[in-house]
């Protein structure tokens, strides 16, 4: 009787992969409780479960990323001098190719302290964080490289491969923080695999009401609702620091033992144009109308009728400054260029160039030609006769030129109609 060759003999099953390990900040204060410690710790903002399906992911205010790498920081450098021990990296000090970076953070991980601490690297501002190089891209390279050439060569991609993910006392700890991040990297996924993935709460309008409510707790400040719905559609709800750096700023104003109104913001935080038109062009490519005519009547609810003109006009330049840079940015990313490159070429700061980048990659196909041409055909019917009583119609013709780019429609210039009607 022939015997079954060994081939033919069934596959020894594989080891499941260890699943990624993600925890809010309550589930890491009981982590660090228990006295383990993980080699890499990413930090990073969580997402908002009544987060509308086609909106980008909110962002955790830097504050409470930092704070809660500090936690991590306090447990990893009890052992040793935190004067020897402890390192800071600012990420946008380094190489954005990652070769000169990531060598910097992997030989001070490997540095180690001669009284027996462990070493502690904090990595800030890591958002653009990525392994500079190693393997082949593309897959003709990759049929063609041989296995000399797949070997990595980036000495942070080399070192987490080495780490042993089960190791309760790590010689070293690497921590992360980056606002946000893109888990389908390979950078990421080889980070979160070797350690522990920390999300830290979004700061949505509700987080912002219950910061200045915890707060304002321990002085007797009382806070008045809708205050941080108030302060966010001001800001535009964009900038996560700001938002932070102003709540606190209105709590002082309002001082011990007293009250934070709606009124307080509205005399106190001027509205943000550029955050407002951000806010209202999230809004439209969320296919959200009521949200673009509440953040622009929050604009032109002050002052009379020819204030209201002039912010009027204002505005329509504002919105074709905002989709003239939104087509270059498109342009260089068409062409592929990277977000620094993009920052160079344009001369765009890189928080709003960041936030070109997420509105394109969430906009429709044919959206931003078809939003040119709605803008263009705004701005000719603003400084044309057809208007009539400019005081009255130009807020209606702005309106209406918000539902057409919502919907991706022209402007119909012949209707009197206001977009209010529309809903």
């Known amino acids: 009787m022939a ?4 081939a033919a003999s069934p596959k020894e099953p594989k080891e499941p992969k260890e699943s990624l390990v993600v925890v809010d900040d309550n589930g890491l204060n009981l982590e660090l409780g228990t006295g383990r410690l993980r080699a890499v710790y990413v930090v990073t903002s969580g997402d908002d479960p009544n987060r509308p399906e086609r909106s980008e992911r909110p962002r955790a205010d830097p504050a409470a990323l930092i704070a809660t790498a500090r936690k991590i920081e306090e447990i990893a450098l009890k052992r040793g001098d935190p004067a020897l021990d402890y390192v800071r990296l600012d990420y946008l000090d380094g190489d954005f190719e990652a070769i000169g970076i990531n060598n910097l953070i992997g030989n001070e991980l490997r540095a180690q302290s001669l009284f027996g601490g462990r070493r502690v690297v904090t990595v800030v501002h890591a958002e653009n964080l990525q392994f500079g190089e190693g393997k082949a891209r593309g897959r003709a390279k990759a049929a063609k490289a041989t296995e000399e050439d797949k070997r990595p060569t980036d000495q942070l991609e080399i070192l987490l491969g080495r780490i042993d993910a089960h190791d309760a006392n790590p010689p070293f700890v ?12 390979v950078v990421w996924k080889s980070l979160i695999r070797a350690g522990m993935l920390v999300e830290v709460a979004p700061l949505t309008a509700m987080a912002l009401q219950n910061y200045l409510i915890s707060q304002g707790a321990p002085h007797n400040t009382r806070i008045a609702p809708q205050v941080a719905q108030k302060i966010w559609d001001r800001l535009g709800g964009s900038d996560a620091a700001r938002l932070r750096s102003t709540a606190d700023r209105l709590l002082l104003d309002a001082g011990i033992g007293g009250q934070l109104t709606v009124a307080a913001v509205e005399d106190t935080v001027p509205m943000d144009r550029e955050g407002a038109v951000f806010a209202i062009t999230d809004a439209i490519a969320q296919q959200d109308l009521v949200r673009a005519l509440t953040v622009l009547h929050l604009l032109l609810g002050h002052g009379g009728p020819g204030e209201r003109e002039g912010e009027v006009l204002k505005l329509v330049g504002f919105l074709a400054s905002h989709y003239q840079s939104l087509a270059q940015v498109a342009a260089h990313m068409t062409a592929g260029r990277n977000q620094r490159d993009i920052e160079a070429a344009t001369g765009l700061h890189p928080f709003r160039c960041e936030m070109m980048v997420r509105q394109l990659r969430t906009m429709k196909a044919g959206r931003l030609e078809m939003a040119l041409q709605t803008v263009a055909e705004l701005d000719i019917v603003m400084k044309s006769s057809a208007l009539g009583d400019r005081k009255d119609s130009t807020s209606r013709w702005l309106e209406q030129a918000l539902a057409a780019l919502l919907r991706g429609h022209p402007l119909r210039l012949g209707r009197q109609r ?6």
């Not at 015997?3 to 060994?6: F, L």
């Open 418 to 423: 206001t977009a209010l009607d529309t809903l």
């Open 174 to 185: 690497l921590i992360v923080v980056a606002e946000t991040i893109d888990r389908r990297l």
């Open 3 to 6: 015997t079954r060759s060994a």
